[in-house]
């Protein structure tokens, strides 16, 4: 089992930038393919970008594309996401999962075994 806390959340205006990092604790971290999904009042929750076990390969939703950035720091046990150029409609609760079956992630948010509490994201216009 793993356990996740997010943190990076916050308020920013348009065309800001934040960081968002997960960092786990339990079993081996480097074992879990990653990925951040995001949730908005009102809206099914939604994949954001996947990362693999390696960190060798990412994935992401076409809506972040070239705005945000999927990393992860095995040693560290620690997740992060980089996101550039927010837009209010990035608005929403944040949160990272792991997925102890897959190499790479995948976008199936019932593929994920272990969730975060999540982390707030305001972006103002």
């Known amino acids: 089992q793993v356990q996740m806390v997010e943190s990076g959340g916050g308020l920013v205006q348009a065309g800001g930038s934040l960081r968002l990092s997960c960092a786990a604790s339990?079993?081996?971290?480097?074992?879990?393919?990653m990925g951040w999904f995001r949730q908005a009042p009102g809206k099914e929750r939604e994949f954001v970008a996947g990362?693999?076990?390696?960190?060798?390969?990412?994935y992401y939703a076409d809506s972040v594309k070239g705005r945000f950035t999927i990393s992860r720091d095995n040693a560290r046990n620690t997740m992060y996401l980089q996101m550039n150029s927010l837009k209010p409609e990035d608005t929403a609760v944040y949160y990272c999962?792991?997925?102890?079956?897959?190499?790479?992630?995948?976008?199936?948010?019932?593929?994920?075994?272990?969730w975060g509490q999540g982390t707030q994201v305001t972006v103002s216009s």
């Open positions: 999962a792991a997925d102890s079956r897959s190499i790479v992630a995948t976008t199936t948010i019932a593929a994920y075994d272990y």
């Open positions: 339990g079993r081996t971290f480097s074992m879990y393919a």
């Open positions: 990362i693999s076990r390696r960190g060798s390969s990412t």
